[in-house]
């Protein structure tokens, strides 16, 4: 099941959204409040962000997955 939130932004916005936390990230004083910051700006919750985040960064090979 898909959420609505996923729904509603297009794949270039959450693209984007992805892009921003990780540009920013060293702007706070940690990923999750980056994450929280941005949220807040493009209309979807932190929770959802966050995944979208772990998903870009194990797909990039940042991260192990």
Known sequence: MTSRTT????????ARAVRMVL???????SCWAAITSISGKIGCTAQTLSEWVKKAEIDGGRKPG
Do not use: F, G, T
Request: proline share 13%; net charge negative.
């Open 7 to 14: 729904n509603k932004l297009s794949p270039e916005v959450r």
């Open 23 to 29: 540009d920013h990230e060293a702007e706070h004083p």
